[in-house]
């Protein structure tokens, strides 16, 4: 039996359907028959070699027609090279590097496919399964030595579909090639990615051969790699059992113990931390509701981010993001930290200093800290009527939130300020007793 390319060439033969009466003729023979008589057609060599003549291919065993085809010295039509732009879908269709059985039609249009024919209608499903799975060591170790990913997978994949295609062979009754063929095909699924495929594979295998040390491993490393470690400890264990001086297993046992001993660390950190905000919240949600403050599920004002929120300090202080609204400009401003301790003097006095500066939008200089009245909007008689009154500015935030009546929309507690005496005040005042 041949090897390398050679062998590779035989697995091809192997993918022919079984079908036709190839007698006793060699497949240089039969090759020999079919060749056209004008060579203009025929591909160019490999550089520094020649074709073989029609006589000269007639006169190759089985063996050397394989090595002299994976020299390319072979005659063969020039539609048969490779377009760069379409490789993949071209070179399928070339027996040597085919992955599926072709069909009856490609055989009886292809004179090499006919001349592989001869050789596949003598061999034993056996030997069938046992080309496909050489064949698909070839890809396998192609597909793990390629430095480019496209390529490395390509012939990772044509390496599954050989190993599937000895798997199924019709007729093969060795137990031991069909769990090598699942245990090859978990390996290569392993370097695509597909875990649960490979599991699957090593599952098939240890039934088929129960001594198979790889299928162990190989589905420890699987069940490693989707963090299921229990199991991956179990499979390491049967094959340790089977052979105790396995360095990969006891390796691959002490990988996992340790990638389990991580991740009960990390989930014990992440049930800390849920417990932590947990705690957190309820201590916070008491606190609130200690201090008299009535809040109001919704979104916060559009002035506000979303995702602002009353905080606790580990003082038991609550801590509001809160809202200024100045409607004679129809303008905002947006507190990031109101302490519920603070004064709103404590604010208006940053904000607006008697002497200026001054706000962009206040043209005739007249918010002034001592000048300024505050305003709340109050909710009675289950949310039918609304009152606004007005705070002492030298309040602190936590007494106006406990005004009865008064409701927090979403975390953010709103306020109304304007110049007092002004004409402004007087009708807004109106309006909103009107509303």
Same mark, same amino acid.
């Given at each position: 039996?041949?090897?390398?390319?050679?062998?590779?060439?035989?697995?091809?033969?192997?993918?022919?359907?079984?079908?036709?009466?190839?007698?006793?003729?060699?497949?240089?023979?039969?090759?020999?028959?079919?060749?056209?008589?004008?060579? *203009? =057609?025929?591909?160019?060599?490999?550089?520094?070699?020649?074709?073989?003549?029609?006589?000269?291919?007639?006169?190759?065993?089985?063996?050397?027609?394989?090595?002299?085809?994976?020299?390319?010295?072979?005659?063969?039509?020039?539609?048969?090279?490779?377009?760069? =732009?379409?490789?993949?879908?071209?070179?399928?269709?070339?027996?040597?590097?085919?992955?599926?059985?072709?069909?009856?039609?490609?055989?009886?249009?292809?004179?090499?496919?006919?001349?592989?024919?001869?050789?596949?209608?003598?061999?034993?499903?056996?030997?069938?399964?046992?080309?496909?799975?050489?064949?698909?060591?070839?890809?396998?170790?192609?597909?793990?030595?390629?430095?480019?990913?496209?390529?490395?997978?390509?012939?990772?994949?044509?390496?599954?579909?050989?190993?599937?295609? !000895?798997?199924?062979?019709?007729?093969?009754?060795?137990?031991?090639?069909?769990?090598?063929?699942?245990?090859?095909?978990?390996?290569?699924?392993?370097?695509? !990615?597909?875990?649960?495929?490979?599991?699957?594979?090593?599952?098939? *295998?240890?039934?088929?051969?129960?001594?198979?040390?790889?299928?162990?491993?190989?589905?420890?490393?699987?069940?490693?790699?989707?963090?299921?470690?229990?199991?991956?400890?179990?499979?390491?264990?049967?094959?340790?059992?089977?052979?105790?001086?396995?360095?990969?297993?006891?390796?691959?046992?002490?990988?996992?113990?340790?990638?389990?001993?991580?991740?009960?660390?990390?989930?014990?950190?992440? =049930?800390?931390?849920?417990?932590?905000?947990?705690?957190?919240?309820?201590?916070?949600?008491?606190?609130?509701?200690?201090?008299?403050?009535?809040?109001?599920? !919704?979104?916060?004002?559009?002035?506000?981010?979303?995702?602002?929120?009353?905080?606790?300090?580990?003082?038991?202080?609550?801590?509001?993001?809160?809202?200024?609204?100045?409607?004679?400009?129809?303008?905002?401003?947006?507190?990031? =930290?109101?302490?519920?301790?603070?004064?709103?003097?404590?604010?208006?006095?940053?904000?607006?200093?008697?002497?200026?500066?001054?706000?962009?939008?206040?043209?005739?200089?007249?918010?002034?800290?001592?000048?300024?009245?505050?305003?709340?909007?109050?909710?009675?008689?289950?949310?039918?009527?609304?009152?606004?009154?007005?705070?002492?500015?030298?309040?602190?935030?936590?007494?106006?939130?406990?005004?009865?009546?008064?409701?927090?929309?979403?975390?953010?507690?709103?306020?109304?300020?304007?110049?007092?005496?002004?004409?402004?005040?007087?009708?807004?005042?109106?309006?909103?007793?009107?509303?």
């Amino acid at each position: 039996m041949a090897s390398g390319d050679d062998g590779a060439a035989a697995a091809a033969a192997a993918t022919l359907a079984a079908g036709g009466d190839a007698g006793t003729e060699s497949c240089g023979e039969r090759l020999a028959k079919m060749l056209p008589k004008n060579t *203009s =057609d025929f591909a160019d060599p490999p550089p520094g070699k020649r074709l073989l003549t029609t006589e000269e291919v007639r006169a190759l065993d089985d063996d050397a027609f394989f090595e002299a085809y994976s020299e390319g010295i072979i005659p063969r039509p020039k539609d048969a090279l490779i377009d760069p =732009d379409k490789w993949e879908e071209q070179i399928d269709k070339i027996p040597l590097f085919m992955t599926k059985a072709p069909t009856q039609e490609q055989i009886d249009t292809n004179p090499t496919l006919q001349a592989l024919q001869a050789i596949v209608d003598e061999s034993t499903p056996d030997e069938q399964a046992t080309y496909h799975k050489d064949h698909g060591n070839e890809e396998y170790k192609k597909g793990r030595n390629a430095k480019d990913k496209k390529l490395r997978v390509y012939h990772l994949r044509r390496a599954v579909d050989m190993y599937t295609q !000895g798997i199924a062979e019709v007729g093969c009754e060795n137990a031991t090639i069909i769990a090598t063929l699942h245990t090859n095909r978990a390996a290569a699924n392993l370097m695509l !990615g597909n875990n649960r495929k490979a599991i699957n594979d090593c599952k098939a *295998s240890v039934k088929l051969n129960p001594q198979n040390i790889k299928a162990y491993w190989r589905a420890a490393v699987a069940f490693r790699n989707i963090s299921k470690h229990d199991e991956a400890i179990e499979w390491c264990d049967k094959g340790l059992q089977i052979d105790p001086r396995c360095a990969e297993l006891s390796t691959q046992r002490k990988a996992s113990v340790k990638a389990k001993s991580a991740l009960a660390k990390q989930q014990r950190m992440r =049930d800390r931390e849920v417990k932590k905000k947990e705690t957190a919240q309820t201590k916070l949600a008491d606190t609130i509701k200690a201090h008299g403050v009535v809040m109001r599920a !919704g979104p916060n004002s559009s002035t506000a981010p979303e995702d602002a929120r009353v905080t606790l300090d580990d003082e038991g202080q609550l801590h509001w993001p809160a809202v200024f609204y100045y409607p004679e400009h129809q303008m905002t401003d947006f507190v990031t =930290d109101f302490a519920e301790e603070q004064t709103f003097d404590d604010h208006l006095e940053v904000m607006f200093p008697p002497n200026g500066p001054f706000a962009g939008w206040d043209q005739k200089q007249e918010y002034r800290h001592g000048r300024l009245n505050l305003y709340c909007e109050l909710t009675l008689k289950g949310y039918k009527q609304t009152k606004t009154v007005k705070l002492d500015t030298s309040q602190t935030l936590r007494s106006a939130l406990a005004i009865p009546g008064y409701e927090v929309q979403g975390h953010t507690p709103a306020f109304f300020i304007l110049v007092a005496g002004s004409a402004f005040e007087t009708l807004f005042l109106k309006r909103q007793k009107e509303a």
